[in-house]
Structures are given as structure tokens and as C-alpha cells.
């Protein structure tokens, strides 16, 4: 069964500097890994996934992450984050054949300030 | 990109009774959905896997006889919380499985509250 560790529950950030939420898993079976932003009282939205292929995928409003196969990691970065990109962030995995169904992980609540 | 919605979007409800919500994909066909819980603060947990003609797969730890989860059509998935009661307060979510590998698509929530 796989899981999901997000390290970090908070990070806090100034306007502008960059920020790097860790997120690790464990499987036993190849797996698709994804990133997914939360605003307060709203649903999900997925900010970049990895399939396959090229290990640096970049997403949108300007986020990144790297899959590390041998580190079995699949960190996310921005170099310059926004008020705006307050927000919680979750990590979540899906295994091949059961795609669809995401294991998340407890999540890493960004706060930004001036 | 493909949506999905959930109706209501937000309930209030009292101790003991019933509620139904309704998960739709709008604009494709799902076969399967997935019903996920999430309690303030705390990360999003899978409750079942709707499969469109057949019965839910619960995830351990889920009643399936207090959370009734009905795929009765490839657009509709409806998650009916029977007798319920404070503690099952809380955000569900659903998802819907596209069509393309590793795709889906989450709904915008519902949040229950009961009184």
C-alpha cells in the first residue's frame, strides 16, 4: 500500500523569496504523483502531476516539482511566491493500475506575508 | 477541462436525520467516482470507490451501512449519510475518473453540518 509524507505542516514565507514544500511516498508499484492546492472553503485544484517521463514537470501559476525516483520524492518549488499563493497545499499519489484513487498526504499550509 | 458538481454545496442539517449528495460529471461519462472525507484541518480521506452498476468498495474504517453510495448512472454518484450526527460533520469531496490515464476531477465540495 502506498502512503504519503508531507514533512512540513507550515511554512511560512515573505512575498517574493522562493518556497519548497517536501513531499515523500512509498509504493511498491510504479505511481503517479500529483500536487493540488486548497483555498479556504473551496475544493481542490490541481496545480501539476507526474506521470512519466521528464522528472522536472512544471504546473501552473508558476510552480514546479521534481520526481526523485531513488529518493522517492516529488518536491514542489516556486521561485517567487504571492500573496495570493496562501493556501493549503496537499501531496497525493495514485498507484498504476488503481489511478483515480489518490492517497493525499496532511498537507503543508503556506502563509505568506508582506 | 471536464467538471464535475456537487449539489449542495453546503447542508445543515439535525441529529438523526438523512442527507443526500449528489455528485455529477457534467460534460463526460465516469464509470467510476471516489468519495473522499475531509475534518477541518486535516488532509482528505478516501471513503469509497463508486463503480457505475455495481456496488461501492468502502475503504476500512468507513460504515457502508451509514454512508450509502449509489452509481446508478455513468454522469451520477449520490453519497446518502443515514442517521447522522455530529461527529460525521464534515467536508466530502468526489472525484470522478476521466477518461485519460491518471485523470480526475474533483467537485467543489459539500460541507455538512449537523446540529
Known amino acids: 500500500a502506498q502512503s504519503v509524507t508531507q514533512l512540513d505542516s507550515q511554512v511560512p514565507v515573505f512575498e517574493e523569496a522562493p518556497v519548497e514544500l517536501r513531499c515523500n511516498y512509498s509504493?511498491?508499484?510504479?505511481?503517479?504523483l500529483f500536487w493540488y492546492v486548497q483555498y479556504p472553503n473551496q475544493g481542490l485544484q490541481l496545480l501539476l502531476k507526474?506521470?512519466?517521463?521528464?522528472?522536472l514537470v512544471k504546473g501552473i501559476n508558476g510552480f514546479e516539482a521534481e520526481f526523485n525516483k531513488s529518493q522517492t520524492s516529488f518536491h514542489l518549488r516556486k521561485p517567487s511566491v504571492h500573496i495570493s499563493d496562501t493556501a493549503e497545499y496537499f501531496c497525493?499519489?495514485?498507484?498504476?493500475?488503481?489511478?483515480?484513487?489518490?492517497?493525499f498526504g496532511a498537507g503543508t499550509q503556506v502563509v505568506v506575508t508582506p | 477541462g471536464a467538471v464535475v458538481s456537487q449539489h449542495p454545496s453546503w447542508v445543515i442539517c439535525k441529529s438523526g436525520t438523512s442527507v443526500k449528495i449528489e455528485c455529477r460529471s457534467l460534460?463526460?461519462?465516469?464509470?467510476?467516482m471516489f468519495w473522499y472525507r475531509q475534518f477541518p484541518k486535516q488532509s482528505l480521506m478516501l471513503m469509497a470507490t463508486?463503480?457505475?452498476?455495481?456496488?461501492?468498495?468502502?475503504e476500512q474504517g468507513v460504515e457502508k451501512d451509514k454512508f450509502l453510495i449509489n452509481h446508478a448512472s455513468l454522469t451520477l454518484s449520490t453519497l446518502t449519510v443515514t442517521s447522522a450526527h455530529p461527529e460525521d460533520s464534515s467536508f466530502y469531496i468526489c472525484?470522478?475518473?476521466?477518461?485519460?490515464?491518471?485523470?480526475?476531477?474533483f467537485g467543489p465540495g459539500t460541507r455538512l453540518t449537523v446540529t
Open positions: 509504493s511498491s508499484v510504479s505511481v503517479y
Open positions: 460534460d463526460f461519462q465516469a464509470t467510476t
Open positions: 507526474y506521470l512519466s517521463g521528464s522528472t
Open positions: 463508486s463503480n457505475e452498476g455495481s456496488k461501492a468498495t468502502y
Open positions: 497525493a499519489v495514485s498507484e498504476g493500475d488503481s489511478w483515480g484513487k489518490l492517497q
Open positions: 472525484s470522478a475518473r476521466g477518461t485519460k490515464l491518471a485523470e480526475q476531477y
